[in-house]
């Protein structure tokens, strides 16, 4: 009985502690709050307008490169809503396209919308950075699969947009995208 308790116990604590992590010191731990005071101040009408090129690593669960992409993004704004046409093209010769409308709201917040995006995204600004959520449907040749994402930008004093996303299925990792997002020509 002794040694069930232990182990049981062991269970326990591994199994909080790694919760622990995830909330508070993972990447699911950051919070817009953590960015307030940060410079310079990310704004999406300026930041994320006009020809835009992205350059991008995915990240398979086991944290190996999986694919490498290039695409081109094509925004416009028509007071607080914005059409991002993105053309992407895949190390292994497969291209995608993807169109997002965004709209402002007045608290710092705004709305996503894409085709492959289940129920649209939210997302909040803060400071520097600039957080998503958001579900995506992945194409029927990769699964079809729905997978919840966390997607966090964070603008460069040098106007450089760094992204990070992470992909999960049933709270499990299965993917993660680092890009950064620059100016065409810059």
Known sequence: METFLLVFVG?????????????????????????????????????????MVCDGVIFGPLGRVTSTFVADFRITWDGDVAVMDELFRFNDGTTQQRQWTIRLKEDSTF??????????????LA????????????????GGH??????????????????????????????????????KGA
């Open 11 to 51: 269970v326990v604590l591994a199994f909080s502690s790694v919760l622990l992590r995830r909330r508070y010191a993972a990447f699911h731990g950051q919070t817009p709050a953590d960015y307030d005071d940060g410079s310079p101040t990310f704004d999406l009408q300026t930041h994320l307008n006009g020809d």
């Open 111 to 124: 709305e996503t919308l894409a085709a492959d995006v289940v129920k649209g995204g939210h997302g909040t």
């Open 127 to 142: 400071g520097p950075a600039a957080l998503m959520r958001y579900a995506i449907r992945l194409p029927e040749e990769t």
């Open 146 to 183: 729905t997978l919840n994402t966390v997607d966090w930008m964070y603008l460069t004093p040098g106007g450089v947009i760094v992204n990070r996303s992470q992909f999960r299925k049933f709270g499990i990792k299965v993917a993660e995208l680092v890009a950064t997002i620059r100016p």
